[in-house]
């Protein structure tokens, strides 16, 4: 896939032709979306609430390529979700990264986690954390004025 785009292409024949491929463009989505993320809150500091509706549109994009199975964007997903407080939709974000990992052998679902640790910690807290934790974390994600 990559040395396809390196000759210039563009079309669906460009597609991850292995684990380590999609993994790694995974890893890419990741680095754009967060890129947009931090851009978008970067704006917020300008105007409050002029980035709510391109908030939600990355949190949508970024849910759209985790239902096309990129792992890495399950857990970029989860981030969003929980960052708005969107906790149903950070669980099964996180679900969807974890369901994906079990498909994996040893070493790519080593390097998929590494390339996710960074957005996943929150909702595998809330998912595997007790009562106690989960609520804790719901008061800290859903403070108004919660965004990375």
Known sequence: MFAHYDRGGRTPAASPSSIAERLALGALRKEMLIEGETRIAALEHLHAGSARELRSRLTAVASE?????????????AYFHGSGCGLEQMTAAYRRFESGLAGLD??????ALGLAQDVIGPARAYSEGDAALREMLRRSMCQPTTHH
């Open 106 to 111: 040893t070493a790519s679902r080593a390097l």
């Open 65 to 77: 390529l985790c239902a096309q199975d990129d792992l890495v964007s399950c857990g970029v997903a």
